[in-house]
């Protein structure tokens, strides 16, 4: 069983179009959808925005529902200049900018008994490269900083930039990234550029939110044709 999981409805919506539904589960105030594609099984969902949504719907495909692995698509903001709107991106690693423990030693996104950057699987990542390459697409690799915050400052992009050396930021991978590693679960996550996260920036989200959703989509469906399930 594979997992797909989306922060929203316009994200998930041009992949449910791609697979057949066989049935809708409703747990935890949320709908999981068992598909086939390829065939192969598939349970996706979108969590809602936010960290604790996204590690809620996770940790629930991965026990209730026996996911093996998760994949993550959706929309994100840019941070290196030469990301434009539609671009795609996959992490390397997530990491949460808005956890703040500093006052106790501390560095920056770092919580005692966990991690300030979780690893992506390397083997889904490789698999992303050779579709992109196969496409003639560009694909950029980098760190996806996670937030419970809409980013539309420079000021405060230029810092999660410094600090963490983000590519790029959204506000669930860094919590599905550190259930993934608790459970001891593959994760990868692709994201198409929706906005510069500085001042206009959520014009730019409205605007161009379902466009940059269905380059997601697109491109994991591709994907999803070269992953083995197990």
């Not at 069983?1 to 949320?30: D, H, Q, S, T, W």
């Not at 809602?48 to 495909?61: C, E, F, L, P, Q």
């Not at 419970?148 to 000021?155: G, N, P, T």
């Amino acid at each position: 069983m594979i997992g797909i999981l989306c922060a929203m409805r316009e994200e998930l919506e041009p992949i449910l179009e791609e697979v057949e539904v066989k049935e809708v589960v409703e747990y935890g105030k949320n709908k999981f959808y068992l598909a086939k594609f390829d065939n192969k099984d598939l349970v996706l969902a979108y969590s809602k925005i936010g960290k604790v949504n996204s590690a809620t719907t996770a940790t629930i495909m991965i026990e209730k529902f026996k996911a093996k692995k998760i994949l993550f698509s959706g929309v994100a903001g840019a941070i290196d200049e030469d990301l434009k709107i539609g671009d795609l991106i996959i992490a390397t690693k997530t990491c949460q900018h808005d956890i703040d423990l500093t006052v106790f030693g501390y560095p920056y996104g770092y919580i005692p008994e966990s991690e300030v950057y979780f690893e992506c699987d390397k083997s889904l990542n490789s698999i992303a490269k050779s579709v992109a390459k196969k496409l003639n697409l560009k694909l950029k690799e980098g760190i996806i900083a996670s937030g419970d915050q809409f980013i539309h400052s420079k000021e405060k992009k230029e810092w999660i930039k410094k600090t963490f050396n983000a590519s790029a930021i959204e506000m669930e991978g860094g919590a599905v990234g550190c259930v993934c590693f608790t459970l001891n679960i593959p994760f990868f996550m692709l994201r198409a550029i929706s906005d510069s996260a500085e001042e206009g920036a959520g014009i730019d989200f409205d605007e161009f939110l379902e466009e940059s959703s269905k380059v997601s989509a697109k491109f994991l469906i591709e994907m999803l044709k070269e992953i083995d399930e197990k």
